[in-house]
């Protein structure tokens, strides 16, 4: 996945989610692009849409300089927001841009979400996890994997957001290493394969590694051998 950090909107396809807290519901945000206010106050007109949290709408712009959809999500009281609901609404929001099958996601991040970025992308990364290691390539499966994420923030946050989503990265490679493990068979995934996978991550990172084998284990006094 290519993921870059932007202070505008620049990918014009796909789809543009745009965090909503309760409280900046009404106010004409100038970080968000006008079709997106405007949509806002009627759905607040209609009484459609209160930006709770977990709460969704989507619109289809038709406009050249935004992207195919838009997804508004509420996110709460910005005094009731923690890094557990950044987490839990970075996972739902991957997982229905996924279930519109679209390659490209743009994020508008606005101020209040920055803190809690590293908790956002924990949840988005985490829920794009697939285990298809053993799977064949269905030629008539039409979804579409994410292979561009654009994150728009203003520029005076973009070191602080760029560190996040990268321990984010590095947390949720871990994590998705480790289900590959836990998931492939006995047969495929035994001693020797572990010993090899902890000698090429040893390798990558330059850690220093000891592989005991039954000489040394047995030498050591260890049981279970």
């Known amino acids: 996945m290519k993921i870059s950090i932007e202070k505008k909107v620049s990918s014009h396809k796909g789809i543009l989610v745009v965090p909503v807290f309760e409280e900046n519901l009404e106010k004409n945000d100038l970080n968000r692009p006008k079709f997106v206010n405007d949509f806002l106050r009627e759905r607040v007109k209609q009484n459609e849409f209160k930006a709770k949290k977990g709460e969704i709408l989507l619109a289809y712009p038709g406009e050249k300089s935004l992207p195919d959809k838009i997804l508004v999500v509420g996110f709460g009281k910005e005094k009731s927001f923690k890094d557990k609901v950044a987490r839990e609404l970075g996972a739902k929001i991957s997982h229905t841009a996924s279930g519109h099958k679209v390659a490209d996601v743009s994020v508008l991040l606005g101020h209040e979400l920055v803190k809690s970025s590293e908790a956002f992308f924990q949840g988005f990364f985490l829920k794009q996890y697939k285990f298809k290691k053993f799977k064949s390539v269905d030629k008539k499966n039409t979804d579409k994997e994410l292979e561009k994420l654009e994150i728009i923030v203003d520029e005076k946050f973009k070191n602080e957001v ?58 050591l006094g260890c049981g279970g051998i």
Do not use: R
Request: hydrophobic letters at 45%; glycine letters at 6%; one cysteine or more.
């Open 162 to 219: 760029a560190a996040g989503v990268k321990k984010a990265e590095t947390v949720c490679g871990a994590v998705a290493l480790v289900k590959d493990l836990v998931n492939s068979p006995s047969d495929v995934v035994h001693a020797q394969y572990l010993a090899n996978e902890a000698k090429k991550i040893a390798k990558e990172n330059k850690y220093k590694l000891a592989v005991l084998g039954k000489k040394e284990l047995t030498k």
